[in-house]
């Protein structure tokens, strides 16, 4: 392992038998400047930093710097998406393409898309690309439906990282289906990552108190008004949800109160 | 116009002259993008850095030519 795996990890994410300290995976999309994209992955802790494939400008950079530039180098696991393809072909060469951009790296993030309006997973699409990747030697984060069953599939190929949406890309609106996420977490012995849908801190504690064990996000940090500021807010929610999963919420009691004071010893 | 076709590569999606381009590597250093990270594909198949300059380019042929950008 790097420099920053020296310290053996308390609670670490483990993907695909690597490890990782930090359970914010974040996206590299929609900021305002590269400055801003760098500064925000800097705030929010993260280790796993998604980034898209596309085609160069022909007409040629001038030489201005590309995202790859401005990241330091060695420090993220870049996790190369599928983002944008509609069929599995097309999201198979996409990240074919990746992995030879990334020197052969095999971590990547599966996205086969069924609609340009909702951006939902096209899941048959998903698993034939899943498939194919997993027989090419890729280990596939699957970005996916918050149904159970797809889920167990996915997981029974080989992928190494079930990602159900919470709510729809780049929507913000939170977990719409814990219940469905809590079924996945039920039967999944790979981690599950929320994937798409958080739109502020709490809805990543919230993920996280429901025991996933990381979340997935892009535009909720991006398009905050302050972006850095809210990746670090992100960090925070994550740590905390993580927390307070593990040590155990206390019992509801909705229709008792029960006093936090002596209820003995009152002045007369 | 088959003359035209007869010389000309596809790269992302656009025509471009061969221009005696005899290699995947020519083209790279012609566009100034042999140096950047990049990964290319020349008909619907990967092809490695290592081998860009013993890829021939035949009219015809459609190459993809990608980058990494921000995205989720």
């Not at chain 1, 393409?97 to 086969?112: N, T, Y």
């Not at chain 2, 198949?45 to 015809?60: C, H, K, N």
């Amino acid at each position: 392992m790097n420099a920053p795996f020296e310290k053996a990890l308390t609670d670490p994410l483990v993907i695909g038998g690597q490890p990782f300290a930090s359970r914010l995976l974040v996206g590299t999309g929609k900021y305002r400047s590269l400055d801003e994209t760098a500064r925000a992955l800097d705030a929010s802790g993260a280790e796993i930093v998604t980034v898209a494939i596309r085609r160069t400008p022909l007409a040629g950079t001038n030489g201005e710097p590309g995202l790859l530039d401005v990241l330091p180098a060695g420090r993220y696991t870049l996790l190369p998406n599928s983002a944008g393809c509609y069929t599995a072909d097309d999201a198979v060469r996409t990240l074919r393409l990746a992995r030879e951009l990334l020197d052969g790296h095999d971590l990547v993030k599966l996205e086969v898309l069924g609609d340009p309006k909702s951006l939902y997973p096209n899941m048959p699409e998903t698993l034939r690309a899943a498939e194919t990747l997993i027989r090419d030697g890729f280990r596939v984060m699957v970005y996916c439906s918050d149904d159970p069953i797809q889920a167990r599939v996915l997981e029974s190929m080989g992928c190494v990282a079930i990602m159900p949406l919470a709510s729809l890309i780049g929507s913000g609106m939170g977990i719409l289906n814990p219940w469905n996420i809590g079924i996945i977490l039920g039967d999944a012995r790979v981690p599950v990552i929320v994937d798409a849908g958080i739109g502020t801190a709490s809805d990543a504690a919230v993920a996280m108190e429901l025991g996933c064990h990381g979340v997935l996000m892009n535009t909720a940090i991006a398009h905050a008004r302050d972006p850095v500021r809210m990746a670090a807010a992100m960090r925070h929610g994550v740590i905390a949800g993580r927390e307070a999963f593990l040590a155990g919420r206390m019992e509801k009691l909705p229709y008792r109160a029960a006093a936090s004071s002596p209820q003995t010893g009152l002045i007369q | 116009m088959a003359e035209a076709v007869a010389h000309t590569i596809s790269v992302n999606g656009q025509l471009e002259p061969l221009d005696g381009a005899g290699s995947v590597g020519d083209l790279l250093d012609r566009m100034s993008l042999r140096e950047k990270r990049i990964a290319v594909e020349r008909n619907g198949e990967i092809v490695p850095r290592s081998v860009f300059d013993q890829t021939a380019l035949a009219p015809g042929d459609r190459l993809e030519i990608v980058i990494a950008v921000g995205g989720g």
